[in-house]
């Protein structure tokens, strides 16, 4: 089961961002990065809050509320 759980591809479009210029910011090597955005792999908590810093967004807005699913 692959399921979306970080919605990072979205946020980084709305913030007109890239994967490299995150990847930048926080010290990562891209691929590691585009991971993350393709929800193969997810980016630890301590991780996700720098990437909230980063973008000026809250960690929530990172990511997708399961509160709706079933």
């Known amino acids: 089961m692959n399921k979306d759980i970080n919605r990072l591809k979205v946020v980084l479009a709305e913030k007109k961002r890239s994967n490299k210029w995150l990847a930048e910011q926080l010290g990562k090597d891209p691929g590691t990065v585009s991971?993350?955005?393709?929800?193969?792999?997810?980016?630890?908590?301590e991780t996700l809050?720098?990437?909230?810093?980063?973008?000026?967004?809250d960690i929530k807005d990172l990511l997708w509320s399961i509160k709706n699913d079933k």
Do not use: F, H, R, S
Request: hydrophobic share 40%; charged share 15%.
């Open 49 to 57: 809050v720098k990437i909230a810093e980063c973008l000026g967004v």
């Open 35 to 45: 991971k993350w955005c393709t929800n193969t792999m997810q980016p630890n908590l």
